[in-house]
């Protein structure tokens, strides 16, 4: 059975930092290009970043030089690091594991990230 446990949510002032986790079990981690989405209330799903197996990067602009993805596949977990962090950021983040060409990508249930003073 597939598990993708999102971790490392709350909240956090603007500037402030987080760090998201995302821990996933019954898949062959390394393999995945994992990713990041988030979701915003009244708004659509929408992609914060990716890393693919070989560790490439991509980022939505909006979040260019302040969030880094990493991913540990020693330990079957990836990471978003999130840094000056802005009330537009406030969203439920969700993990993505998608493996192109084999099937529907997995996801996880989320967890809520909220920037306010």
């Known amino acids: 059975q597939v598990q993708l446990v999102e971790s490392g949510g709350g909240l956090v002032q603007p500037g402030g930092s987080l760090r998201l986790s995302c821990a996933a079990s019954?898949?062959?981690?390394?393999?995945?290009?994992m990713g990041w989405y988030r979701q915003a209330p009244g708004k659509q799903r929408e992609l914060v970043a990716l890393i693919t197996s070989g560790g490439i990067t991509t980022y939505r602009d909006s979040v260019k030089g302040r969030f880094t993805i990493s991913r540990d596949n020693a330990n079957n977990t990836m990471y978003l690091q999130m840094n000056r962090v802005k009330p537009e950021d406030t969203a439920v983040y969700y993990c993505?594991?998608?493996?192109?060409?084999?099937?529907?990508?997995?996801w996880g249930q989320g967890t809520q990230v909220t920037v306010s003073s």
């Open positions: 993505n594991a998608n493996r192109p060409g084999w099937g529907n990508p997995y």
């Open positions: 019954g898949i062959a981690f390394g393999i995945y290009v």
